[in-house]
């Protein structure tokens, strides 16, 4: 069981449903991200917060809202999605923002859209 | 653009052999070099490199930085069928001065031990 936990492991949605992912992180960490892993790419960051405000939003389309309550939580609200954004959604988080602080990965959300 | 290149991009072995795993960059301003192991799931973290030529250890992994040659290298020996995994390295990029927690990611070496 790692630090970080997301919810749903898997999700199958329509292109017209709204569904969220949920991550929580209990190693008292102020960092928290979305990644994205598609087949054969390399990990893609999305967004990035720090102490629930958004530090980075990396070029997503509007489809992907993320939202932050409190510094463990994390949400990315999903509408409106296409095919091509069937991957595996990773959720990190670090101890602070910084370049010599690692990420701790939860165990992913695999999202298909049909 | 800061880049990240893995290679081997596959690799099958036998439980008892040894394997490097290499990881080259090209990023603006280097500040540190990171290894993480993926079992289908979480990536788990398994070393950061800041300094050249000092060998992080851990069991049978190791690792070691050459900033001068832009690469690391991650060595597993004695593999074992529990090592099969995607070794992924990745980059902090460095936005003027500000870490925003962006990792630039190598595309993975997918490594298969067979008994």
């Known amino acids: 069981e790692t630090g970080v936990t997301q919810t749903p492991r898997h999700l199958v949605m329509g292109m017209t449903n709204k569904k969220s992912l949920k991550c929580e992180q209990h190693l008292g960490h102020n960092a928290m991200y979305w990644y994205k892993q598609s087949a054969k790419k390399p990990l893609e960051l999305m967004f990035v917060y720090s102490l629930e405000e958004r530090v980075e939003n990396n070029s997503v389309p509007s489809r992907f809202s993320p939202e932050c309550p409190n510094s463990s939580h994390l949400f990315l609200h999903l509408h409106t999605l296409q095919p091509e954004d069937s991957a595996l959604y990773l959720c990190?988080?670090?101890?602070?923002?910084?370049?010599?602080?690692?990420?701790?990965f939860g165990n992913g959300t695999r999202l298909t859209v049909t | 653009e800061d880049k990240v290149v893995q290679s081997p991009l596959s690799l099958v072995v036998h439980e008892g052999d040894t394997v490097t795993l290499n990881c080259s960059y090209e990023?603006?301003?280097?500040?540190?070099l990171l290894w993480y192991k993926q079992e289908k799931k979480a990536p788990t973290f398994l070393f950061m490199l800041t300094s050249s030529g000092i060998e992080k250890k851990s069991g049978r992994l190791s690792s070691i930085l050459d900033k001068k040659e832009l690469f690391s290298i991650l060595n597993i020996t004695a593999t074992q069928t529990g090592d099969s995994a995607v070794y992924l390295c990745a980059t902090p990029v460095d936005a003027g001065g500000t870490s925003y927690g962006k990792l630039t990611f190598g595309q993975g070496t997918i490594l298969t031990v067979h008994p």
């Open positions: 990190a988080s670090s101890q602070f923002l910084g370049y010599n602080s690692p990420l701790h």
């Open positions: 990023v603006t301003n280097f500040r540190s």
